[in-house]
């Protein structure tokens, strides 16, 4: 998902359509070799993520939703963790059933798991303590369809279904620091910004991903 603008070249991976076919595919794959298949941004993505969480000392019984789910495997790891109120939302219908699968394999029947829009959640998607977003807004920001308008909405959901003083944790290859405050900048304050990788290149340092902490104002 590479870009730099305000506003993307459109792509398959903004499509619905496109997340179908790949977790139909990944499901096979699961139920053939039992293999997950991708991580999102690699498993540091995940790590730095539960170590933000565990360093809050926030309960292990605070609702934590992970928005654009896909495979799961990020709260198998919460879960692994400890954390006992989970949920994972995705509007593509094989993405919530291969995380059904990965999830009954691991034993952890307790996480919830629902196909929904975060775009058009219905109004029990609420009073969440956290919320993670790890490539799903920069899925959204690649739609073919008016992608302004569905980070809008976005932005507007996520304030609805996070409580009052509620943290988003937001992982991103798409947008930077800057722009990231800028799009959540109603309603969201920037609370801290997780190390991520750095590269080099012609005398230039720079980040591939950016992963940030907002906390919603109150
Ligand atoms: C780049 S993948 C990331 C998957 C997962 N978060 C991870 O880190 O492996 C983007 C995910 O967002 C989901 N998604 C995209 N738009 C969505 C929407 N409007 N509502 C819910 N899920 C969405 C896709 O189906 C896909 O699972």
Known sequence: MGGREDEFEPSALGTKEHWDATYEQELKIFKESGDAGEIWFGEESMARLIRWIEKQKIPLDSSV????TGNGVLLVELAKSGYTNLTGIDYSLSAVQLSKNVIE????????LQVKDILNPSDELSDF???IDKG???????NPENAAEKRKR??????????PGGFFLITSCNWTREELCKEFSEGFLLLEELPTPTFCFGGRTGNTVTAL??????
Do not use: M, W
């Open 136 to 142: 799903t807004f920069d899925a959204i920001s690649l």
């Open 105 to 112: 394999k691991e034993g952890l029947p307790h996480v919830k």
């Open 129 to 131: 303590q956290i919320c």
């Open 154 to 163: 976005y932005v507007k959901t996520l304030n609805r279904v996070l409580r």
């Open 65 to 68: 939703l992970d928005i654009g």
């Open 213 to 218: 902490v907002f906390q919603q104002k109150t």
